[in-house]
């Protein structure tokens, strides 16, 4: 049976973690929102964001945590002509074009990245990456640390731009009724343009974060894509606080679960955690819990 330490560095990794990866989950969760759209390439930009993130190290030689502003406007900015010629001319057709659409955008990108990256495993090498973090008998990594503070600080930004801006405002009037939005003169197509660029570029930054914890290769997107999946339905469409709560309480138990069953179940745990909410419960525990 673990020790008293091994369980509790399980518990606070996952939650640390869980916080990574419920910033992930907000980007697909209000493109989801706002434009009725599973983006299907979410895993994609993910992986993107950590191939930015590597190559602007070994071009530049600057960490490129100290540069996630600039990768995230540079991900944002080739996510604008996707919806422009891509998303935009499909938007009266159904949900199902765009949503092909977006799945073979990923099929492209993925083998492109095959094609020009090689399809070896690599990582974002930091000295701090490596580093433990030790409070007593608990350990975790630093970089666990790290990651969880920008992403908190990350999703508190963007609730505050939904909550407090008029960008915000008509990001909701779009989510709750786009034809009502459009009567009263919001550009529905200009917030649904600038929502998928914020989207991508959340996927982005969390690419950045990953690739600095973890190793990552091109098909690497695809378990990250269902992980988002699971948080969204777990915390709530639209629910910002949620979507971080959603991705610890994912964190945990798959921590949990991975210390109890082995490192191959993790992504089970988070699975069947998916399918019981879905099923139980399909608007949401956590918003459910708040409304």
Known sequence: MPDFGTVASAILSGLLLGGMMGLIALGLSIVLGVMRLVNLAHGVFLVMGAYAGLYFLKLTGFDPLLALPLLALGIAALALPLYRYLLA??????PEAQLMTMFAVAIILQNLFVFVFSADTRSIERSYATLPLSLGAITVP?????GFAIAVALILAIHGLIAHTGFGRDLRASAADPAAAATLGVNVQRVQMLTFALGTACAGVGGVLIGVAFQFSPSSGGAYLLNSLA????????NVPGTLAGGM????LQSLGGLTL????RDIVGMALFLLVLVFRPEGFLAARRA
Do not use: E, W
């Open 89 to 94: 001319p499909l938007a009266q057709r159904g």
């Open 142 to 146: 630093l970089i666990y640390v790290i």
């Open 231 to 238: 948080i969204v339905v777990l915390g709530g469409l639209g």
């Open 249 to 252: 309480i994912l964190g945990l």
């Open 262 to 265: 082995g490192d191959g179940y």
